[in-house]
């Protein structure tokens, strides 16, 4: 997995984090399905499966996998692209509030003022 660099934002690391996600998953389909190939394609050059039943098993396999994608799935909140939008919006706006109150306690801690409301420590 990629580490983020410390100035990304965190929609860009959130994106990026699906992404990659999204991409190893489809690694492992692809994988599987030429893995599910290659057996079946041994078994009819050993004469254990005609071409016919080496169809239709890799038929099945491939029928049963994306049935059990579609239901692994299909109890998952999957967001809209614009709720995606909306949460990175308010990711930004976070970010910077805490920014803005890292830089203002900052100047506190420089100045040595207490902010209004707390005790000052000697």
């Known amino acids: 997995m990629a580490t983020p660099s410390p100035g ?3 929609s860009d690391r959130l994106r990026s984090a699906i992404r990659e ?3 190893i998953a489809l690694g492992a389909a692809s ?3 030429d893995e599910a190939d290659r057996l079946l394609d041994r078994w009819m050059a050993q004469g254990q499966l005609s071409r016919e039943e080496g ?15 579609r239901q692994a799935t299909s109890g998952m909140p999957i967001a ?11 990711i930004e ?5 805490v920014e803005a109150l890292r830089a203002q306690r900052s100047e506190v801690g420089q100045r040595g003022d207490v902010p209004p409301g707390r005790p000052r420590l000697s």
């Not at 169809?55 to 994608?69: K, L, P, Q, W, Y």
């Not at 706006?93 to 509030?97: C, I, K, N």
């Open 21 to 23: 996600g999204f991409t």
């Open 31 to 33: 994988w599987a399905f």
């Open 8 to 10: 990304e934002p965190p």
């Open 93 to 97: 706006e976070l970010t910077r509030q």
């Open 55 to 69: 169809r239709r098993r890799f038929d099945e396999f491939r029928d049963r996998t994306r049935a059990g994608v």
């Open 80 to 90: 809209t692209r614009e709720q995606v939008q909306s949460l990175e919006r308010r």
